[in-house]
C-alpha cells in the first residue's frame, strides 16, 4: 500500500497541531492560566516581577474602588479580552526568554490603555485642570500621578 504524500503532510500537520496543542494546554494548566481570565489581583500577583506593584496597589487608594483590570484594560469585553490575551504572549514570551525589565515598566499601548482608564473615572476632574487647554493635547494623567495607583 502507497501513502500518498497528501496523507503524510495532514498527518504532520496533525502532528504539529496536536503537539502545540498539547504543549500550550498543559502550560495553561501550570501556570493558572484561568486565573488569569478573572478580576482577582491575585493573579497579577503570580508573578515575581509584580509583587511590588501589588504591594503598592492594596495599600494605595484605589485599593477599595478598583482592581488591575478597571485600570489596565480597556472597557468592553472583546476588548479587554484581547488586551488580556496580549498581554498574556507578551509577558509569557518575556518571561520564558528572560527579555523582561526589573522593575516592571509599562508601555506605550498600555500605557495609552491605563490613561484612557483614569480619563474613564476621572474625566471631569481632568477637564477643569486642562482648563483653557483642553483644546490642544490631553495633559498626561500618569506624568504627574504614577504612583497613585500602586504607592511605594
Given at each position: ?15 504539529v ?10 502550560t ?22 509584580m509583587?511590588e ?21 480597556p472597557?468592553g ?5 484581547l488586551?488580556?490575551a ?35 473615572c476621572h ?6 485642570i ?9 495633559t ?13
Open positions: 500500500m502507497r501513502i500518498l504524500p497528501t496523507t503524510m503532510a495532514l498527518a504532520a500537520l496533525a502532528g497541531v496536536g503537539i502545540t496543542a498539547g504543549v500550550g494546554g498543559f495553561f494548566l501550570y501556570a493558572d492560566g484561568a486565573a488569569y481570565l478573572t478580576d482577582d489581583p491575585a493573579a497579577c500577583n503570580n508573578c515575581h516581577v509583587r506593584e501589588y504591594e503598592g496597589w492594596s495599600k494605595g487608594p484605589h485599593h477599595q474602588a478598583a482592581v488591575c483590570n478597571d485600570c489596565h484594560t472597557t469585553f472583546f476588548a479587554k479580552y488586551a488580556k496580549l498581554n498574556g504572549y507578551h509577558h509569557s514570551r518575556a518571561f520564558t526568554l528572560g527579555d523582561f525589565h526589573e522593575p516592571i515598566r509599562i508601555g506605550e499601548r498600555n500605557r495609552a490603555v491605563t490613561e484612557a482608564q483614569c480619563r474613564r474625566g471631569e476632574l481632568a477637564s477643569m486642562e482648563g483653557p487647554h483642553a483644546g490642544g493635547e490631553a498626561s494623567c500618569l506624568r504627574c500621578h504614577s504612583s497613585v495607583g500602586h504607592l511605594r
